[in-house]
Nanobody, 119 residues
Framework: QVQLVESGGGLVQPGGSLRLSCAAS????????MAWYRQDPGKQRELVAS???????IYVDSAKGRFTISRDNTKNTLYLQMNSLKPEDTAVYYC?????????????WGQGTQVTVSS
């Protein structure tokens, strides 16, 4: 059974930085493309950044040049370094496979980690 545990969120001022981590267990981490997603209340969840098994990365336009996704297959851990944060980056951030893990009741999501960018 897959488990994804996100951490590293918090309150940060505009222009600040955060590094999110995602510990994955229950499956062979290295064989899957992984991604960070985010969701603001009242909005749809969006894919922010993804990384393939060959370390190819893709970013949503709003994250390009500011966010960096990486993975450590020896630790089964996914990271998201976020710099130059803006208030519009405020959301709950989730990690998952790309595409997301599916269960009988729909996509599986961890608890996420809250990122709040505010002065």
């Amino acid at each position: 059974q897959v488990q994804l545990v996100e951490s590293g969120g918090g309150l940060v001022q505009p222009g600040g930085s955060l590094r999110l981590s995602c510990a994955a267990s229950g499956s062979i981490f290295r064989i899957y493309s992984m991604a960070w997603y985010r969701q603001d209340p009242g909005k749809q969840r969006e894919l922010v950044a993804s990384i393939t098994t060959s370390y190819t990365t893709i970013y949503v336009d709003s994250a390009k040049g500011r966010f960096t996704i990486s993975r450590d297959n020896t630790k089964n851990t996914l990271y998201l370094q976020m710099n130059s944060l803006k208030p519009e980056d405020t959301a709950v951030y989730y990690c998952n496979r790309n595409p997301p893990v599916m269960t009988r009741s729909g996509p599986y999501w961890g608890q996420g980690t809250q990122v709040t960018v505010s002065s």
